[in-house]
């Protein structure tokens, strides 16, 4: 199974950016990959996926026209560029992979991914 592992978190103001990594040890060429976030006392929700051979990219509705997903397969590495960061997208930023090898739909639920990293904690100050 493939282990990821994340990494850019951090402490930053309102309006500032990070950029997320998450590097995989294995090759997920052909698996869609995705970040998701967590706060205290809410459910892990979807932020954006990279589908398989980064052919297309998804966000939630918060965080569009903000945050970024990209991947450099030959790496095996997605990233997830944040911008004009908002208190709200305070979280821990997991990444995954989509279990389904070649899914070129739209269903990004955290049941279709496996592999999840450690997360890395985002706090946006105010």
């Known amino acids: 199974q493939v282990q990821l592992v994340e990494s850019g978190g951090g402490l930053v103001q309102a309006g500032g950016s990070l950029r997320l990594s998450c590097a995989a040890s294995g090759r997920t060429f052909s698996n869609a990959m995705g970040w998701f976030r967590q706060s205290p006392g809410k459910e892990r929700e979807f932020v954006a996926a990279?589908?398989?051979?980064?052919?297309?990219?998804y966000y939630t509705d918060s965080v569009k026209g903000r945050f970024t997903i990209s991947r450099d397969n030959a790496k095996n590495t997605v990233y997830l560029q944040m911008n004009s960061l908002k208190p709200e997208d305070t979280a821990v930023y997991y990444c995954?992979?989509?279990?389904?090898?070649?899914?070129?739909?739209?269903?990004?639920?955290?049941?279709?991914?496996?592999?999840w990293g450690q997360g890395t904690q985002v706090t946006v100050s105010s």
């Open positions: 990279s589908s398989w051979g980064a052919r297309n990219t």
């Open positions: 995954a992979v989509d279990r389904r090898p070649y899914y070129s739909g739209s269903d990004y639920s955290w049941s279709n991914f496996v592999s």
